[in-house]
Every structure is written in C-alpha cells, then in structure tokens.
C-alpha cells in the first residue's frame, strides 16, 4: 500500500467526524483484497481503537462502530490472538464490542476462545470468553457447552449471566440429536437454579433460555410443560396468584408461554 494512501486512512480514522471515520472504514475494506498480512496489521490496529468509542457520549458514532466490527472478519484469522490480549486491556466498553468482533470471526475463533476460558483465572476475563463465545454462530459452540455449564453455576454474579445467556444461543445452533442427554439435563439444572437467583438479570436470562431449549426442539412434551409450569408461575396465571415482581423477568416468560402455547397450536 501506498504511504499516501496509508496516511490519508490514518488521517480519516482518528477523526472526530463519523463521516470521516466511514470514509476510512471504507478504504480499509477496499484495500484488504490487495495487500497482505503484514500490510493489513497497523491497519487493523486503527480499525480496532474504534472499539474503545463510548457511543453513549457519541451516539452519532454507533454506525462507524458497527462498520468496524463487520470489518474484522475481513483481515483474517492473524486478529484474533490480537482480540484475545485486548480482551485484558480492562475497557469494558471494548471488551463488548470485541465480543460481537469474535462473532464476526465466526467459527475460527472458538477453539481459540475455549483455550483461554480453560487457562484464564481471572473471573472478569472469562466472563467476556464466554459473552465471545456465545457470538459464535455455528454448530460447533456444542464443545464449550460443557464448559459454560459450569460457568452458569459460578459464584460471580456476571458469569453466571453470561453463561445462562451463552446456553440460549447455543441451544439455537445445535441440532436437538446432536445435544447430548446429560448436557440437556444440566442445563436444565442450571435454568432451575438460575431461576431463583437474587438477581432479575440472571432470571430473565435463564427463563429465556429455557423457552430457546423450547422454540427449538429440545424439549420433550413432558419438558415443554414443565416448562410451561413455570413460566405461568412466573407469570402469576397459575392457582398460586405469586408472579415474579421484576417485569424483564415476567416480560421474558410470556414470550416463552406464548412459544409454547404457538407450538400447541401447530
């Protein structure tokens, strides 16, 4: 690549102006097809500073970051050792974006993911492995499950959210032959768990993923109305008249009663 041209990106980058900071994303993108990895490295390291923008401050930013989240994929799998270390750089606001960036990676980078979720101790660390984790959309989430499973019955508050979350998604990619007996079991186990958590996050979380094993054929007819069960628990329908007092927990059970009442109809 030309240093003019290099530059002129540069340039548009570090811009305040989010047409500016397009205008960079675009020549980027239009750039990758002609240049090799060591070319595309200090242009990914622009790219990825993106990720730090607080688009609460700067809201007129939000369509540059998510240009350049849906850049990444783009360079190669040379990013995500490089994901992985700024994963650790404590932005959590980074830390987010990067998560949905492995998503666009895709595949590739689950093993990678899983790696580090088994070698890192630090609790805030995983927590962002498995947010990563559970972007990944293929079958093959099926060889963290077991691992996340144990995730969900983690002491911290975040992980487990994140866990009981990631399992949704799983649930969502993995064929209903393909989910092993016991795996199934256990997560039902952690929903239940989950369920009577202090917390209306992780209850919200877990009651939803409870209708995704549902929506998406994992369920026995016996399962979907225990299933239903406890969504009118939750609900207050049932003849105990005792609804769950957050609404995003309620919230989240009536789109789960009204899957599972759809799937009666059909």
């Known amino acids: 690549m030309a240093d003019e041209k290099f530059d002129q990106i540069k340039k548009l980058l570090r811009s305040s102006k989010s047409e500016e900071i397009h205008q960079g994303l675009v020549m980027v993108r239009e750039s ?11 242009l990914f390291e622009m790219v990825s500073t993106l990720f730090h923008i607080d688009i609460l401050d700067h809201p007129e930013h939000a369509y540059v970051l998510d240009e350049a989240v849906s850049l990444v994929a783009d ?23 990067i998560g949905h960036a492995f998503g666009r990676v895709g595949e590739p980078a689950l093993e990678p ?19 990563a984790m559970g972007k990944i959309r293929s079958p093959r989430v099926l060889e963290a499950f077991e691992h996340v499973l144990l995730a969900a019955k983690s002491e911290n508050l975040e992980l487990r959210d994140t866990a009981i979350r ?78 769950d007092r957050a609404y995003i927990v309620r ?16």
């Open 32 to 42: 990758l097809p002609t240049i090799n990895e060591e070319a595309a490295r200090p």
């Open 75 to 97: 360079f190669g799998e040379f990013v995500i050792p490089i994901l992985l270390d700024d994963l650790d750089a404590g932005d959590m606001k980074a830390q987010l974006t």
């Open 113 to 131: 993911l899983l790696e580090s979720f088994k070698c890192e101790e630090s609790e805030e660390c995983r927590i962002f492995l498995v947010y």
């Open 166 to 243: 990631a399992l949704g998604s799983f649930v969502e990619l993995i064929d209903p032959a393909d989910l092993p007996a016991d795996y199934k079991k256990n997560m039902l186990e952690a929903i239940r768990v989950n369920l009577a958590d202090s917390s209306a996050g992780v209850r919200s979380k877990a009651i939803r993923s409870y209708g995704k094993l549902a929506r998406h054929g994992h369920l026995t007819e016996e399962e979907k109305q225990a299933c239903k069960t406890t969504c009118e628990l939750l609900l207050g329908v049932d003849d105990q008249y005792d609804w």
């Open 251 to 266: 919230k989240e059970a009536q789109q789960a009663l009204d899957c599972l009442e759809g799937c009666e109809e059909e």
